[in-house]
């Protein structure tokens, strides 16, 4: 399966974007699916995460309350709804996809082994 990712630009803080990744090749729906994002001079980490059936999701704290990931697997698309973004929230951001069983919810990046390109969102102060 390929990934790819868009939606990304420049919003000023406190706005929202909505990032979409979609996965082409075979369905989404057999795939855990995730988002990380890599902020320059820092690692790749995990920002939200979400079971294949799209029934349980996991967000890194500092997105908590901000962001939401949902799952459309008609569309073979995972999105990431961010609201109330802040500058901190300027990165990098990649979608990961990785054959899971239905409960499963990677939170690290060595667990993905499926990576989209990156899109860049960039929050002006």
């Known amino acids: 399966v390929q990934l790819q990712a868009s939606g990304g630009g420049l919003v000023q803080a406190g706005g929202s974007l909505r990032l979409s990744c979609t996965a082409s090749?075979?369905?989404?729906?057999?795939?855990?699916m995730g988002w990380f994002r890599q902020a320059p001079g820092k690692a790749r980490e995990f920002v939200a995460g979400?079971?294949?059936?799209?029934?349980?999701?996991s967000y890194a704290n500092p997105v908590k309350g901000r962001f939401t990931i949902s799952k459309d697997n008609a569309k073979n698309t995972v999105n990431l709804q961010m609201n109330s973004l802040k500058p901190e929230d300027t990165a990098i951001y990649y979608c990961?996809?990785?054959?899971?069983?239905?409960?499963?919810?990677?939170?690290?990046?060595?667990?993905?082994?499926?990576w989209g390109q990156g899109t860049l969102v960039t929050v002006s102060s």
């Open positions: 979400i079971t294949r059936d799209g029934g349980s999701t």
């Open positions: 990961a996809a990785k054959s899971a069983f239905s409960t499963v919810i990677g939170t690290s990046r060595g667990w993905y082994n499926l």
């Open positions: 090749g075979q369905t989404s729906r057999n795939y855990a």
